[in-house]
């Protein structure tokens, strides 16, 4: 198992999230693992060369997969590190 590259913080989700995760049968925690092992998930690369130069200088994170339903939910880390959230786009 790859390293986590920074602190996750506390975790929290929307509705909208937890049920997209259920109706896929997919677990939060898959994501997060990912997402803070610098999987960014399906992101274009000048975003994910950001994330990069966030985890250096203390900036958001943002990761965006998609769930067996086709849904999308996107992963973001507060620049703080304080807390990651798990959402809709539509939630933002």
């Known amino acids: 198992m790859a390293q986590a590259r920074f602190v996750l913080g506390q975790l929290v989700a929307t509705p ?10 997919q677990h939060p925690l898959e994501f997060l693992s990912r997402h803070q092992q610098g999987d960014w998930g399906e992101l274009c690369a000048a975003d994910k060369q950001e994330n990069e130069f966030s985890i250096l200088h203390n900036l958001r994170i943002l990761s965006a997969y998609t769930l067996t339903t086709d849904v999308r939910i996107w ?5 703080d590190r304080s807390a990651t959230t798990i959402l809709l786009p539509r939630e933002y």
């Open 75 to 79: 992963i973001i880390t507060e620049a």
């Open 16 to 25: 909208g999230a937890l049920t997209a995760l259920e109706e896929a049968g």
